[in-house]
């Protein structure tokens, strides 16, 4: 195994194959607290990829119910066990240490449990790249099953299902939320580590994790090690497939596209306005430029209000979510690590920056690589957690990649007076 560096881990960690990083990085950030769970997303992707014979069971991108569904079913609880298992098998109780390495380095601190590659070569004998398993068949028949199922609690008589804790926000004490899933084009893919035919590959213009169907014969060691759970086998092919990241739009090949990279088609369907895609430029040592007016790169770098799901894991995951404000905090932290209080914190009471930015969700389906903001006035103050706040009619704006402008959106939303009612003619 070689050391690799691993800045969602805050540490170096062990991975087959030394550090190969490619220019830019497709990456994403979804606003958990917007979804509706209309499954848009979900039927967008599959009505583009997977809607032959054999891709019946294949939803690249999901939305599932926490904390009881999951696509393949309870797919990241049994991940876990996996590694608990492992952690507690070396005398290892995994946490996050605070460090005193730079943030850029550590943002989260530092976690000392084993990953998913670090647990595979501690086995005996060491016989596989990644712990992980196979779902059974029916785990992948239901992908929406528990939608909308709460977590029940136990409501103190007479509450109304809140409960008040010091520095934390209300939480509701029956709850769920919904999680949106697509592979997460991760920097260290399990997938490709676990390949014996070393069919899948990560592209160096964009770093897209892709499967070559020709080299493929379906062992599924792809299937066996993804903890995320998206890399799929198709029967009637008999090879694997995964999410593409529709990467004919990031080339700029759609028709409507100018030439410009385009989001996939699951983050542009979006009615909910929760995700916003980017590609981020890398140095040389793979590590994300510092590049503030990056909207990906400011919500997750510098705002540090968008976290990676299940860091833990040890793939350098490239989605990044915006935490739920409702659900408990131990659960947010089991799934996203030790940066949930700081994210909602930045979500509650936004900058005047950040309030900006999060308007650029879902205003054009060109990729945004960089934003400007326009200062407007003072249009409303209150307080928030006892600190006086302020929203300012600001005006973001979002450009391409060739730096031009291609949307422009006020934080407060325009007011459209309809014209004078119209006899209707039928
Ligand atoms: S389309 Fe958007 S709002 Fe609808 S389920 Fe998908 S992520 Fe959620
Ligand atoms: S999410 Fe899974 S399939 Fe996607 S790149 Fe990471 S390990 Fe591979």
Not at 5 to 31: C, D, I, K
Not at 182 to 200: D, E, S, V
């Amino acid at each position: 195994m070689a050391d690799v560096r691993n800045w969602q881990l805050g540490r170096t960690m062990g991975y087959p194959y030394p550090e190969s990083h490619p220019e830019r990085q497709f990456a994403f950030v979804f606003n958990i607290n917007r979804c509706i769970a209309c499954q848009t997303c979900s039927m967008a992707c599959k009505s583009t990829w997977t809607f032959s014979k054999g891709q019946e069971s294949m939803w690249w991108n999901n939305v599932e119910t926490k904390p009881y569904g999951g696509y393949p079913r309870h797919w990241d609880v049994k991940v876990l066990e996996l590694l608990d298992e492992a952690n507690s098998t070396a005398g290892v109780e995994p946490s996050w240490q605070p460090t005193t390495a730079a943030d850029r380095e550590a943002p989260y601190g530092s976690y000392d449990g084993m990953t998913i590659f670090e647990a595979a070569a501690a086995e005996t004998p060491p016989v596989r790249q990644a712990v992980g398993y196979q779902p059974a068949q029916d785990e992948w028949s239901a992908p929406n099953i528990f939608e909308d199922v709460p977590h029940p609690g136990r409501p103190a008589p007479g509450s109304l299902g809140l409960e008040q804790d010091g520095a934390q926000l209300p939480e509701h004490v029956a709850w769920f939320f919904y999680l949106q899933r697509l592979c997460n084009h991760c920097t260290y893919p399990a997938c490709l580590a676990a390949c014996p035919r070393k069919a899948i590959y990560k592209r160096p213009e964009d770093g897209i994790v892709l499967i070559d169907q020709a080299r493929c014969r379906g062992y599924r060691k792809c299937v066996e090690a993804c903890p995320y759970k998206k890399s799929m086998y198709r029967p009637t092919t008999r090879v694997s497939e995964k999410c593409v990241a529709c990467y004919p739009r990031i080339e700029g090949h759609d028709p409507l596209s100018d030439g410009m990279p385009m989001e996939t088609r699951c983050m542009s369907a979006c009615p909910g306005k929760i995700r916003l895609q980017g590609l981020v430029a890398l140095d040389a040592d793979g590590s994300w430029a510092d590049d503030p007016q990056n909207p990906i790169v400011f919500m997750v770098r510098h705002e540090k209000v968008a976290l990676p799901l299940y860091p833990q894991f040890g793939t350098e995951p490239n989605g990044f979510y915006i935490p739920p404000r409702w659900a408990p905090r131990d659960y947010l932290v089991q799934m996203f690590g030790p940066g949930v209080d700081e994210a909602l914190a930045r979500y509650r009471a936004p900058s005047r920056e950040l309030l900006a930015v999060l308007q650029l969700f879902r205003a054009t389906q060109k990729i945004i690589f960089r934003f400007e903001i326009e200062e407007g006035p003072k249009v409303f103050e209150t307080e928030i957690d006892g600190k006086p706040w302020s929203m300012y009619d600001d005006t973001v704006i979002g450009l391409d990649q060739k730096g031009r402008e291609v949307v422009r959106v006020k934080v407060e939303e325009p007011i459209h007076q309809r014209p004078a009612p119209r006899v209707n003619s039928i």
